[in-house]
């Protein structure tokens, strides 16, 4: 990266289209009261949610996130075949091999053999990809970039929690970027990891860790979240993080136009507004038809952003977001 200048472009990197897909299935808070014998209204003063969408067992992973890919290059008649790298940010992969952007790409309409990876750093994967994506499109590597996280959440719920049952849904997203002229870009980007919420947030089955050979319990393939814990940690590190990276862009707060914050929960939400002084007309909010959709959480603000108006030429926007890890990630960006 470049050296940094007061609120000037250090990565160029232009977005061309986004596109978003929800699963035709919608679940309404007052079904999950009916379903856990609640009284009228309680799932939605719990979990901050009106709807959710949660996908049926004949939808694969890769068909969600084709939905989007499609969406977003219809959206600006991008030709398919002028993509030259697929990037997948799945927090949960399809399998544990291959890797899921092959499982995308095969059923896309994009050229076959082009290249394709994941990038997975949970809940803010997207963020780290786009990071990724410009200094692949600097380096002169590719010319054409789409980038797509699909997260299925409801397939991996522990419904006897439900501090985690409640807040989340599935979903896709995607970003077609290139480098553009130079006059869009990333001012900032900071990526942080703080182990020692390693156990926080976690699914241990899938991998090394816990399997057949090892041994493992069902317990190991469901979402495991000790919510408390987590919020307090993030909450001591997420001040001096914001504000190590808008010095990085040579801006404060004020002077960012658009929040496009990670959706954990609507409490998450209101406290790191409250903590980093984000006003109400700053940030882009969907959790409350959407829930927490994992890593397709940013990538679908991104898109609402984009496509209604809260996205202005040469005005700052900051995705801001916590992850397992535990981990943090921001960026700036001028669109």
Same mark, same amino acid.
């Given at each position: 990266?470049?050296?940094?200048? &007061?609120? #000037? ?10 596109? !978003? +897909? ?6 309404? &808070? ?16 719990? %979990? ?6 949660? /996908? ?18 219809? #959206?600006?008649?991008? !030709? ?11 927090? /949960? ?28 750093? %949970? ?10 994506? !410009? $200094?692949?499109?600097?380096?002169? @590597? ?10 299925? +959440? ?20 995607? !970003? ?7 006059? %869009? ?27 057949? #050979? ?41 002077? @960012?136009? $658009?929040?496009?914050?990670?959706? *954990? ?18 940030? =882009? ?25 809260? @996205? ?10 916590? *992850? ?7 960026? =700036?960006?001028?669109?």
């Amino acid at each position: 990266m470049t050296a940094q200048k &007061s609120g #000037r472009i250090t990565m160029p990197l232009k977005i061309l289209s986004t596109g !978003a +897909a929800v699963p035709a299935k919608c679940v309404t &808070s007052s079904e999950l009261d009916r379903r856990f014998n609640k009284p009228d209204g309680y799932v939605q003063r719990r %979990s901050g949610i009106e709807h959710r969408f949660h /996908i049926t067992d004949d939808v694969s992973q890769a068909q969600l996130a084709v939905m989007a890919l499609t969406d977003a290059l219809q #959206r600006q008649q991008i !030709a398919p075949e002028s993509i030259d790298l697929l990037i997948s940010a799945a927090a /949960i992969g399809t399998q544990a091999l291959p890797y899921t952007a092959a499982h995308i790409l095969k059923i896309s309409g994009l050229p076959q053999h082009i290249a394709s990876f994941d990038i997975n750093n %949970s809940c803010i994967g997207f963020m780290t990809a786009l990071e990724m994506a !410009a $200094c692949l499109l600097n380096q002169g @590597v590719y010319r054409r970039i789409a980038i797509v996280a699909a997260d299925l +959440a409801s397939r991996g719920l522990n419904w006897d929690d439900e501090e985690s049952a409640l807040i989340f849904g599935d979903g896709a997203a995607c !970003a077609i970027v290139e480098k553009g002229d130079g006059s %869009s870009g990333i001012l900032s980007f900071l990526l942080e990891t703080y182990p020692e919420g390693l156990n926080l947030c976690e699914i241990r089955a899938g991998g090394t860790r816990r399997n057949l #050979r090892i041994g493992m319990e069902d317990s190991d393939f469901l979402f495991d979240m000790k919510g408390k814990q987590l919020f307090r940690l993030a909450s001591t590190l997420i001040e001096s993080f914001a504000e190590r990276l808008l010095q990085q862009a040579g801006l404060s707060m004020p002077q @960012v136009d $658009c929040v496009l914050m990670h959706q *954990a929960s609507h409490l998450a939400i209101k406290h790191i507004c409250k903590q980093l002084h984000i006003r109400p007309d700053q940030y =882009v909010d969907i959790y409350r038809y959407r829930g927490n959709q994992v890593a397709a959480s940013l990538p679908s603000v991104m898109h609402e952003a984009w496509t209604t108006g809260r @996205v202005h030429v040469g005005k700052p926007l900051m995705l801001f977001g916590t *992850a397992a890890g535990l981990t943090l990630g921001g960026m =700036v960006l001028l669109p």
